[in-house]
């Protein structure tokens, strides 16, 4: 997909900064909406339809986490969160919400465009890709459609949930080091924290759950990292 055809949605209450940010992405080609309240962010959301939502934390009516988590359940959007903490958990937060990146003020342009291009990137590939659709037992998942049934009940992941649970049932009883996910699913050299895929696991094992869904095929190997064991697939 070319800039020109990729919608950004910029949601900050700083003026200055949503500008700066605004008026470089539009430099670099893309269609670009903003919004300074989470009311105003959702009203946009539902009319311009963003595939990708640069999302600050603090905001005068809001949260940026509630909004990702709202905007998460209705498209498989990809989120970079903006920040001007620098806890760690408040990170781990940003993710367990439905965040695909987290940039902490102040930032540079460059990172900003790095990690924009690394999202977008994935974007492209899960849909341009010849994807197989993953039938076990009773569990599809569908690439192209992006959707997951167990029987006929769906599963809602988050973008990257689903990038994730798709790339480990497509390699079973293959473990995965965390560092090798990140790599392959987030498909770029991620500079943060590697227990960021301990969160989206975690999200994924509570979402398979809440539909009584036994989640032990997504298998933690002490020490090093992942695996999808097709065979401890239960009804």
Known sequence: MTPDAIKILVVDDDLAIKTLITRFLRQKGYQIADADSGQTALEKFATFKPDLVILDINLPDSTGYNL???MQRQSDVFVLMLTSRKNHWDKIQGFSKGADD???KPFNLEELQFRVTA???RLRSSSTSL???VIIDHLTIDPLKREIYYHNQEIILTSLEFDLLYFLACHPQKVWRREEL????WDYEFVGDLRVVDVHIGQIR???QDINLDSSFLQTVRGVGYK????????
């Open 131 to 133: 994807q197989k659709v």
């Open 68 to 70: 990702c988590e709202q």
């Open 182 to 185: 990140i790599k392959r699913v």
């Open 228 to 235: 999808f064991e097709p065979e401890t697939i239960t009804d």
């Open 102 to 104: 987290y940039l902490t």
């Open 206 to 208: 509570r979402k398979l």
């Open 119 to 121: 999202l977008l990137k």
